[in-house]
């Protein structure tokens, strides 16, 4: 099949509720499916959207695009939990149901304001002539998830291309702000743009965000501020990013840079730090994160990359959410924790030792390992007998490095290198908190300094866990229950 | 919107994709929606159908209508899980897709055999003049949930009706038989009916099975045979059944008769009992249950009875699945228990004293309480503050009486009474172990000597349990978490 542009954007009362159901059904049977990630209930999703809390639950949305493997006409999809692990699939919320977001409710933010739950996102629209035009839309969603009284709030201004998306909802001092994603019209370059209002439906512009000296590429997607420990932190999607500005190999990053203070009147993140990889491994972007009252930070991440194809397009569904992560600082650095309610899907613990740590896993499990200093060697995950197939981790607790490996993991996209590695203090052990979910690797290095996240398509029979040789290590394992 | 014969058989793909998201979305929105009981996605579900252990994972399908709150064309979803409390939803599984199962893939049963699934189901054809033809069909389902290989393998036998259906595999001494609903042609009375096999191809009809010197009504539906500690167990729905043979309030019931020896070839259950009620409740039917390799007998019922109408299906949903049911012997009593996992739902762990229990539940939650002797009273659940609105648990720990009692639990039917009451033991302690799960009521008295199962739809925000009076009992009390 062809996905035309035609296709792609077909409405969804042009599809047919069997090919829906036959792709639910494709989808939930898939062995690389993820049982305890938020996954797609049929076709592809990509970023979290109004990742928040609201009538004293956690919300997240993701975007939905139903009926396949491919970027078409997108909507949200909501699920609620009590404890950031366990969701609820409240299905559909946000359609593209107006002209302003005829071609898709793209990505965007929520936050509860006077009971109800306040959505701001991009409209997509498209004319005949396929001219883009974006705009900012308010909706407001009732306890009961039915989402009203859709409001166009803005456009992009005169000095912005069509790419102007992403917004996030904030609130200070007694105002309203929304930060975007925005490409200027004279140099094409990317940036922040802040935005402000004292009643929600009227804003005015304050300018692009200074948060660094650099050329932040061509576009600056999914811009998210968050306060963490009392840093302000701004994550973003940088496209284009020149690497000797800041190293990655993703075909775009997902960056953060922390500083001291935000000042939206000022438009100005003081005191910024260098841009870092807000993930170390494959296949992180559009990372949401939100600020609960007691200030507790936490986000959620997309398992998926623009412009890439994975192993499962050829069974009409893609990517995932990521787990939730906790954010906090400690001795200057951003740490990314997983949060305590995941142990409630620890089922049958063990202690392990040796050389195999396991011969058959199911695909769905917690290892969490401690491995002596000045050591090196691999562990190999999902592998087979002759380890022709696995997804590697290469450490070295000597000299302080480990590697994420999936050069035999199966058929990801090489185009952009198949492994991912860190520096660690040298001479220390090495801390390792590894969450595998059929096709998902979420690794959490030394509580959590580093995260290496990424999918991986070994055959959904190679369930060994071994060293390559004798390791001095302790450990813990867990089969970890279904959520989805 | 009119549920007229054409709509309610209108192919799955005459549907539009976005109605069915729409009613899935509003089926997992509405307050009354079920948590951690297996719940329609969208529409109108009733029978469990296949419920199995195969692959090392337990398996169960329902009946579904996806696209409204009437029996229209009825499929099978799939489920599968590790535990019998968390539940993986693996989609549409069997669909009215040829010639014999066009107008419904009604009810059915699954064993493993040979490392697939065998499920054989009723598939339900009507021609042009609506005259209906029941095929006894079988499929085979692989370990990746693909249903194949249909073959009709018998049709209603000259001497019974249209009304012949809801086929359970079994198996004994090397020989496969099979055990179906229907009605005489002759006298229009309910029968259960034994075929064989010895290839899974070809059968033969063995007659009518020999349970009951009674008349059973003018049909039999569901019957189910399981081995409960050494004693076979027949489960089955008699319609039309003479209330002097065995007494039921509920518009058709849920019986049970034991035996000491079942005998396929002589078409005979030794020994039989008294028919009894399942579910001393108001909507537990279908009931479905089968043995482990290792003889443990596990139960699931559909909560809802055929004919019968619910406040939800003007939310266009309807009905859900009870929780698995473990089955035992002792002193002679069936008991039926909650399955040990259930208990990892639990949270927030409070011990609870006094008249008044929680002034605000969630609505999905488990209360184990046990009741001092010599005590009457009542224990109002779902309750507003002036009572005027819930759920009541009736007792009297002298006489020893318990009533369950929805007079003033919402719009339910009220045709076949507002009351169900069960005799007990005097002078004793009562044991109750209650799950709620917003409008479903699950009571297990006395460690589950009997089960008093309803359905009840107070306001949403009716969230009180309190006491009549002070009475003298211990209890503890759990939020439970969602599995859906």
Known sequence: MEWTR?????????????????????????????????????????DPNGFSYFNNEY???????????????????????????????LGLAVKPDTKTDSHGAYSGSAKEINGKLFLIYTGNHRDQNWIRTPYQISAWMDKNGKVEDKKVLFKNPDNITEHFRDPQILEKDGNYYAILGAQDKAQKHGHI???????????????????????????????????????????????????????????????????SKIDFEQCQLTNPSKLQNFDDGFDVYATQAFNMPDGTAYAIS?????????????????NCLSQVKKLSFKDGKLLQQPVDAIKTLRRNEENVDGQTIKENTTGQYELKIKIKPNQAGTLYLAANNDLSQNIALKFDTKQGQL???????????????????????????????????????????????????????????????????EIDYTGKFWNMESTM
């Open 6 to 46: 035609e296709k792609r954007y077909l409405p969804y009362s042009k599809w047919n509720a069997e090919e829906l159901l036959d792709l639910q059904a494709e989808a939930a049977n898939s062995d690389y499916q993820m049982r305890y990630h938020l996954r797609p209930i049929s076709g592809l999703i990509n």
């Open 59 to 89: 919300h997240v949305f993701y975007q939905s695009y139903p009926f396949g493997a491919v970027h078409g006409l997108k909507s949200w999809v909501h699920f609620k939990s009590n404890d950031l692990v366990h969701w609820t699939n």
């Open 193 to 259: 743009d802040v935005w402000k209002s004292s009643d929600l439906e009227n804003w005015e512009e304050l300018g692009f965000l200074n948060f660094s000296d650099e050329e932040m590429g061509y576009m600056i997607e999914c811009p998210n501020l968050v306060q963490v420990d009392g840093h302000p932190t701004l994550i973003f999607c940088p496209q284009g990013l020149d690497k000797s500005i800041a190293d990655y190999q993703n075909i775009y990053p997902n960056m953060y840079v922390t500083g």
């Open 302 to 318: 997309w398992i998926g990359l623009p412009d890439t194809t994975y192993p499962t397009d050829k069974e009409n569904w893609a």
């Open 403 to 469: 590697i994420l490996d999936r050069s035999k993991a199966g058929k990801v996209s090489v185009s952009y290198g198949e492994t991912r590695q860190i520096a660690l203090e040298g001479n220390s052990e090495l801390d390792l908190d590894i969450f595998v979910d059929h096709s998902v690797i979420e690794v959490f290095v030394n509580n959590g300094e580093h995260v290496m996240t990424g999918r991986f398509f070994t055959n959904p029979d190679c369930q060994r866990i071994i060293f390559d040789h």
